[in-house]
C-alpha cells in the first residue's frame, strides 16, 4: 500500500516570496513514481512534474523546483518568486512503476497575497 | 478545447435518488480514470478503464456504484439509492496510454454531488 503524507494544511505568502511545499511518502515498491499536480479554484487537476525513483537527480523548470530524496522518502516542490496566479491547492501523488492507480496525499491550500 | 469535459458541472440530489455523472475524456485516449475527492482531502481511486474494459472496480465503495465505457470514449458513473456520506466531488482523467507512471493522466474539472 502506499501512503502519501502533506503535513502543512495551508500556506500564505505574499507575491514574491518563494513557496516550499513538503512531501512524505511510504511504499514497499522499488521503483515508483512520484508526482506533483495543482488544484486551481476551477477545479482540475493540473499535472505539474513527474520524477521516478531511479534519478535524484533535483531539477528547475520555470518557477518550479524539486527536491528527491530517497533516503528520507522526501519530493519537495518549491516556487520560486511566488504570483498571484499561483494560489491552488497543490497535491503530491504516487504511483507504483507502471501501475495506473495514483495515491493522492491531502493537500496544501497555497495562497499568494498581492 | 481538447482537455476531459465532466457534466453535470454540480448535482444536488435528495437521499435516495439516482444519479448519473458523464465523462467525454480527451480523443483517443486509450485509459479512463474515475476519482472520489471528498471536501478537504486529496482524490481516491474509483475505477479503471482501459478502451470499453473495466480492468479495475477495486476501489468503488459498494454496489451502489456503477461505471461504464460501452464505446470506450464517453463513461458515465452512476450511483444508485444517493446517500450523504456519496458527497463529494467526482473526477475522471484519461490518459493516452496504459500506465500512470509513464502517461501522465489528465483530469477534468469534476462533478460536484451533493446529497441532503
Known amino acids: 500500500a502506499q501512503k502519501v503524507t502533506q503535513a502543512q494544511t495551508e500556506i500564505s505568502v505574499v507575491e514574491k516570496e518563494d513557496v516550499t511545499l513538503d512531501c512524505v511518502y511510504e511504499?514497499?515498491?522499488?521503483?515508483?513514481?512520484l508526482f506533483w499536480y495543482k488544484q486551481p479554484p476551477s477545479g482540475e487537476l493540473v499535472f505539474l512534474i513527474r520524477?521516478?525513483?531511479?534519478?535524484?537527480q533535483n531539477e528547475i523548470s520555470g518557477r518550479y523546483s524539486w527536491n528527491f530524496q530517497k533516503s528520507t522518502s522526501s519530493f519537495n516542490f518549491t516556487i520560486t518568486a511566488s504570483q498571484v496566479v499561483d494560489s491552488a491547492v497543490y497535491f503530491c501523488?504516487?504511483?507504483?512503476?507502471?501501475?495506473?492507480?495514483?495515491?493522492f496525499g491531502a493537500g496544501t491550500t497555497v495562497t499568494v497575497r498581492a | 478545447g481538447a482537455g476531459v469535459s465532466q457534466s453535470p458541472r454540480y448535482k444536488v440530489a435528495k437521499r435516495g435518488q439516482d444519479v448519473a455523472l458523464r465523462c467525454d475524456p480527451i480523443?483517443?485516449?486509450?485509459?479512463l480514470f474515475w476519482y472520489q475527492q471528498a471536501l478537504g482531502q486529496g482524490p481516491e481511486f474509483l475505477t479503471y478503464?482501459?478502451?470499453?474494459?473495466?480492468?479495475?472496480k477495486s476501489g468503488l465503495p459498494s454496489d451502489r456504484f456503477f461505471a461504464e465505457r460501452p464505446e470506450g470514449s464517453v463513461s458515465t458513473l452512476k450511483i444508485q439509492r444517493t446517500q450523504q456520506e456519496d458527497s463529494a466531488v467526482y473526477l475522471c482523467?484519461?490518459?493516452?496510454?496504459?500506465?500512470?507512471?509513464?502517461?501522465?493522466?489528465?483530469f477534468g474539472p469534476g462533478t460536484r454531488l451533493t446529497v441532503l
Open positions: 482523467a484519461s490518459s493516452h496510454g496504459l500506465a500512470a507512471s509513464t502517461d501522465t493522466q489528465y
Open positions: 478503464f482501459q478502451n470499453e474494459a473495466q480492468l479495475d
Open positions: 520524477r521516478n525513483s531511479f534519478d535524484e
Open positions: 501523488a504516487l504511483s507504483p512503476y507502471n501501475d495506473y492507480k495514483l495515491s
Open positions: 511504499t514497499r515498491d522499488t521503483t515508483y513514481y
Open positions: 480523443s483517443g485516449h486509450v485509459s
